[in-house]
Structure formats: structure tokens, C-alpha cells
């Protein structure tokens, strides 16, 4: 059983850059491919960015890859979200989640963190 804590979020100005992390317990952290999603008040939750188990592989959609990076240090079990030039668009809950393999579908991860709010004014 992984435990995932989401930590960084917070109300920023738009413009501005988040440096989301996601830190990992009760599991073999390094075995799972990790995600981060995002979910805005009447919208589905949305993949923003996955990671393959060793951090070799990298995904994320056109409409953010271009501000989203994802990275992850498997000695500190922990999986990060760099967002830089924020948009109020991007307000939202972001979540981290680990499953098994680096897809979009959230269906596929068992693992979910507690989410963290990110609020971004114009």
C-alpha cells in the first residue's frame, strides 16, 4: 500500500511558476510509474504530466508540455510538478498518483494523494 502527500500548492499570481511535490510512503517507491492530474470545479479530472519508473520516460499533453515538467527523485521517493507561467486557467486540484504502468487514464492508478490547491489569479 503507497501512501502519496502532495505538498506546494497555494494562491499565486499569474505569471508565476509552482514547484508541486509528491512524497511517497509504505511502498517500493522506484516500482511505480507516477502521475500528477488536475481537476477544476465542473471538469473532469485531466492527466497533466506521467513518469516512467526510472524517470526516463516523461509525458506530458500539447496544452501544458510546453510549462509542465515533471521530474522524480527515487532516493527521496519523491515525484515533483514544476508549472511555470502560470494561467488562472490552470487552478485547480492537482493530484499525484502511482500505478503500475505511465498511462493517462486515471483509472489505471490505485494510488491517489489528498490533492493540493493551486489558485492562480489574473
Known amino acids: 500500500q503507497v501512501q502519496l502527500v502532495e505538498s506546494g500548492g497555494g494562491l499565486v499570481q499569474a505569471g508565476s511558476s509552482l514547484r508541486l511535490s509528491c512524497a511517497a510512503s509504505?511502498?517500493?517507491?522506484?516500482?511505480?510509474?507516477m502521475a500528477w492530474f488536475r481537476q477544476s470545479p465542473g471538469k473532469e479530472r485531466e492527466c497533466v504530466a506521467i513518469i516512467g519508473r526510472r524517470g526516463t520516460y516523461t509525458y506530458s499533453p500539447d496544452s501544458v508540455k510546453d510549462r509542465f515538467t515533471i521530474s522524480r527523485d527515487n532516493a527521496k521517493n519523491t515525484v515533483y510538478l514544476q508549472i511555470d507561467t502560470l494561467h488562472p486557467e490552470d487552478t485547480a486540484v492537482y493530484y499525484c498518483?502511482?500505478?503500475?504502468?505511465?498511462?493517462?487514464?486515471?483509472?489505471?492508478?490505485?494510488?491517489w494523494g489528498q490533492g493540493t490547491q493551486v489558485t492562480v489569479s489574473s
Open positions: 509504505g511502498g517500493t517507491f522506484s516500482s511505480y510509474a
Open positions: 498518483a502511482a500505478g503500475v504502468s505511465p498511462v493517462v487514464f486515471s483509472s489505471h492508478y490505485p494510488y
